[in-house]
C-alpha cells in the first residue's frame, strides 16, 4: 500500500519561512520522481516543483527563488523549503510521487497571513 504522509504546514506571517516534508512508503522511492502541487480555495491545483529520480528540480515561475525541492533518498522524504512567503502562497499543498503511476498525499494546509 502506497502512503505519502505530508507534515510541516501552518500558520506563518509574510515574509515568513516554512519547510514541508512529505515520507513515501510503499514504492521504490528512489525510482520515482517526486513534486508538490498547491491547490487554494476556488483555484484548481497547480505545480509548485518537482524533482526527478536523478536529481533535476523544475518550480512554477511564481515560486522560483523563493522555493527549493530536495529529497533524500535514505529516508525516503522530499522537502519543499518554502522562503519569502506571500499571502498568495496560502493553499493545501500536495505531494506527489509519478512513475508508471501516481500517487498523492492527504495534503497540508499552509496559511500565509498578511
Known amino acids: 500500500q502506497v502512503q505519502l504522509v505530508e507534515s510541516g504546514g501552518g500558520l506563518v506571517q509574510t515574509g515568513g519561512s516554512l519547510r514541508l516534508s512529505c515520507v513515501a512508503s510503499?514504492?521504490?522511492?528512489?525510482?520515482?520522481?517526486m513534486g508538490w502541487y498547491r491547490q487554494a480555495p476556488g483555484k484548481q491545483r497547480e505545480l509548485v516543483a518537482t524533482?526527478?529520480?536523478?536529481?533535476?528540480?523544475n518550480y512554477a515561475d511564481s515560486v522560483k527563488g523563493r522555493f527549493t525541492i530536495s529529497r533524500d533518498n535514505a529516508k525516503n522524504t522530499v522537502y519543499l523549503q518554502m522562503n519569502s512567503l506571500k499571502p498568495e502562497d496560502t493553499a493545501i499543498y500536495y505531494c506527489?510521487?509519478?512513475?508508471?503511476?501516481?500517487?498523492w498525499g492527504q495534503g497540508t494546509q499552509v496559511t500565509v497571513s498578511s
Open positions: 506527489n510521487a509519478a512513475r508508471l503511476s501516481q500517487y
Open positions: 524533482i526527478s529520480n536523478g536529481g533535476i528540480t
Open positions: 510503499g514504492i521504490i522511492f528512489s525510482t520515482y520522481g
